[in-house]
T-cell receptor, first 113, second 113 residues
Framework: ETGVTQSPTHLIKTRGQQVTLRCSSQ?????VSWYQQALGQGPQFIFQ???????GRGNFPPRFSGLQFPNYSSELNVNALELDDSALYLC????????????FGEGSRLTVL | SQQGEEDPQALSIQEGENATMNCSYK?????LQWYRQNSGRGLVHLIL?????REKHSGRLRVTLDTSKKSSSLLITASRAADTASYFC?????????????FGTGTRLAVRP
């Protein structure tokens, strides 16, 4: 039990639609990161938020965007969904300055048809 | 993109045997971590080894790190059926902060009762 919760757990969208995924960080953690994990692959870093500002971004297009709120909860938004966006989306919280351990939620599995 | 690869991609052993997984990475790192993932769920942190350490133990886990070869190994001793999962190594590049991780492709471990 990591204390990180994500919603929804599963969802199905069609190509071109938009989706919002939500994450509640572990208490006291001020940094949230989002990862995309395609089937059979390792997670890939999308972006990180610290104090409500983007603090690093991986190789993902601008249609992937995020928000972090004052209570450290977070959202991942994906516009103009494509079939390749089908994946498990993982949220992870951490404490800036800590040696790097991430606390992951159970993920949101997105299927794009 | 993936930082590196785990080897083997899949491993099947009998309960009580030891399991060894290897990880290779590409860039200079601050730390290397190992995570476990049960069947498409969230990742759980197992162990972190710093770039100036060569070996670390935690319970039945033993991790080694060879920065000259850019490789690491995870040994699980006296395996149990409950160890069945995918195992990922993750690194943070020396130029980044400690919590933006690049994951490998994973090793799927099956422990037969």
């Amino acid at each position: 039990e990591t204390g990180v919760t994500q919603s929804p757990t599963h969802l199905i969208k069609t190509r071109g639609q938009q989706v919002t995924l939500r994450c509640s960080s572990q208490s006291g953690h001020n940094t949230v990161s989002w990862y995309q994990q395609a089937l059979g692959q390792g997670p890939q870093f999308i972006f990180q938020y610290y104090r409500e500002e983007e603090n690093g971004r991986g190789n993902f297009p601008p249609r992937f965007s995020g928000l972090q709120f004052p209570n450290y909860s977070s959202e991942l938004n994906v516009n103009a969904l494509e079939l390749d966006d089908s994946a498990l989306y993982l949220c992870a919280s951490s404490l800036v300055g800590a040696p790097g351990e991430l606390f992951f939620g159970e993920g949101s599995r997105l299927t794009v048809l | 993109s993936q930082q590196g690869e785990e080897d083997p991609q899949a491993l099947s052993i009998q309960e009580g045997e030891n399991a060894t997984m290897n990880c290779s990475y590409k860039t200079s790192i601050n730390n290397l971590q190992w995570y476990r993932q049960n069947s498409g769920r969230g990742l759980v942190h197992l162990i972190l080894i710093r770039s100036n350490e060569r070996e670390k133990h935690s319970g039945r886990l033993r991790v080694t790190l060879d920065t000259s070869k850019k490789s690491s190994s995870l040994l699980i001793t006296a395996s149990r059926a409950a160890d069945t999962a995918s195992y990922f190594c993750a690194t943070d590049a020396k130029k980044s902060s400690g919590d933006k991780l690049t994951f490998g492709t994973g090793t799927r471990l099956a422990v037969r009762p």
